[in-house]
């Protein structure tokens, strides 16, 4: 049963947030010292996400994203992937992460049965990305990334925030480096 919007529009996808932590204190999303997290009875079990996407798919989702704060820092999250990719009807089942843990778990995500990433990466410089990040080293976007290529998930997708004063003035670098890597940057 297809569903339809207030615009005519079919709607088709699904973003699932899976848990509302995250490794980084980026500085347009969350202050230094954090936020207080929920605690782990308040967030849904993988089989309740996946009971969710279920009935979603039976209504015509056919597209999931799954996102956080950080999904890569919810323990086990290859196993919510695997349970969503054996569903009937869904055919597109994409991430989005910030890359730092990305390396270790690409391989994982893949066989479990994610087809594609994307990743947040505000800047391509190391100093401006550790400044953003407050916590983050650039080398680790640029092995996940390398890591998720290797393990076929792809197409790699790059979101940039770009704040003007900010990181504006990389633009064009990002860019080039579509062009060089084959990467689908969106701002």
């Excluded at 996407?53 to 989702?61: F, N």
């Excluded at 270790?104 to 994610?114: T, V």
């Excluded at 290797?150 to 790699?156: K, Q, T």
């Excluded at 004063?165 to 940057?185: K, P, Y």
Aim: charged share 25%; glycine share 6%; net charge neutral.
């Amino acid at each position: 049963m297809t569903q339809v919007d207030t615009h005519s529009r079919t709607i088709s996808y699904l973003r699932v947030s899976v848990t509302d932590r995250c490794n980084l204190r980026c500085v347009y999303c969350m202050p230094p010292e954090g936020i207080p997290w929920r605690p782990h009875t308040d967030i849904l079990r993988y089989e309740e996400i996946a009971e969710i996407v279920r009935a979603a798919a039976e209504l015509g989702i056919t597209k999931v994203r799954l996102t956080g704060g950080e999904p890569l820092v919810r323990p086990g999250v290859a196993e919510l992937v695997k349970m969503i990719a054996a569903m009937p009807g869904i055919d597109d089942l994409s991430m989005t992460t910030n890359g730092v843990a990305l390396k270790r778990h690409a391989h994982a995500l893949a066989q479990a049965g994610l087809h594609r990433v994307n990743i947040s990466l505000d800047t391509l410089r190391p100093s401006r990305y550790e400044s953003i990040t407050r916590l983050g080293h650039l080398e680790k976007v640029f092995e996940g990334m390398h890591a998720a290529q290797e393990a076929g998930l792809s197409p790699i997708k790059i979101n940039t925030v770009v704040i003007r004063g900010l990181n504006d003035d990389e633009v064009v670098d990002f860019a080039r480096q579509t062009v060089d890597l084959e990467w689908n940057v969106r701002f």
